[in-house]
């Protein structure tokens, strides 16, 4: 019972060649978010959605972009992927309202190779 | 902004307890978070704490809150080698967005 799921799970794709990934949840949560994590670090927030309004972090690159179709979708576009951008990728959802905030939940993440 | 520390890696024998302990810096995390994250795969959800809480056990995890040192630790009893990942010490501060630890590496020899 997948309620976050990303596709593909694995991608190579070459250098300078877009690249989308997507997400898409079950949850109905208002909140989705997307994660750059490399080998033995911490997940790191490139940027997320609150319901339709996009928020980017400041340090996320401009080759790093995202759309939100509807609830349930979202995706990940690497207009000219480099070297460094080989890493995991994460997508989450939250819950978030008047009643409280709902914990992050994680698709088992898209694992990118930048040849 | 909030920052989250964690000890690296943890080692312990099968059937021992295993205590991953977590320190954050901002006083208004609201929800402090432990995730599990398994080679190749992403953050599972273990357990989560209200800041109004002290202490929060689920079969055989204890989470413990120490507010006043910003001091956050997990206890699996029993330990298991099907335990042995990263663990992820998340808390919120004051957005709903958490930080995340650079994670525990827990291993679980027999």
């Known amino acids: 019972d997948a309620m976050v799921i990303q596709n593909p799970r694995y991608q190579v794709t070459q250098f300078g060649k877009p690249v989308t990934l997507s997400c898409s949840q079950t949850l109905n949560h208002n909140v989705m978010y997307w994660y750059q994590q490399k080998s033995s670090q911490a997940p790191k927030l490139l940027f997320h959605y609150y319901d339709k309004d996009f928020n980017n972090e400041a340090d996320t690159p401009d080759n790093f972009q995202s759309r939100r179709p509807n609830t349930s979708f979202c995706f990940l576009d690497i207009r000219s992927p480099g070297l460094g951008d080989t890493a995991m990728y994460l997508c989450a959802t939250s819950g978030i309202g008047t009643d409280g905030n709902q914990p992050q939940h994680f698709g088992d993440g898209t694992r990118l190779s930048i040849l | 902004g909030e920052d989250v520390e964690q000890s690296l890696f943890l080692s312990v024998r099968e059937g021992d307890s295993s205590v991953i302990n977590c320190t954050y810096t901002d006083s208004s995390s609201t929800y402090l978070y432990w995730y599990k994250q398994e080679p190749g795969a992403g953050l599972q959800l273990l357990t989560y704490?209200?800041?109004?809480?002290d202490m929060k056990q689920d079969q055989r995890l204890t989470v413990l809150l120490n507010k006043k040192d910003k001091h956050l630790s997990l206890r699996i009893a029993d330990t298991q080698t099907g335990d042995s990942a990263i663990y992820f010490c998340?808390?919120?501060?004051?957005?709903?967005?958490?930080?995340f630890g650079r994670g525990t590496s827990l291993i679980v020899h027999p």
């Open positions: 704490i209200f800041s109004n809480m």
């Open positions: 998340a808390a919120t501060g004051g957005s709903y967005i958490p930080t």
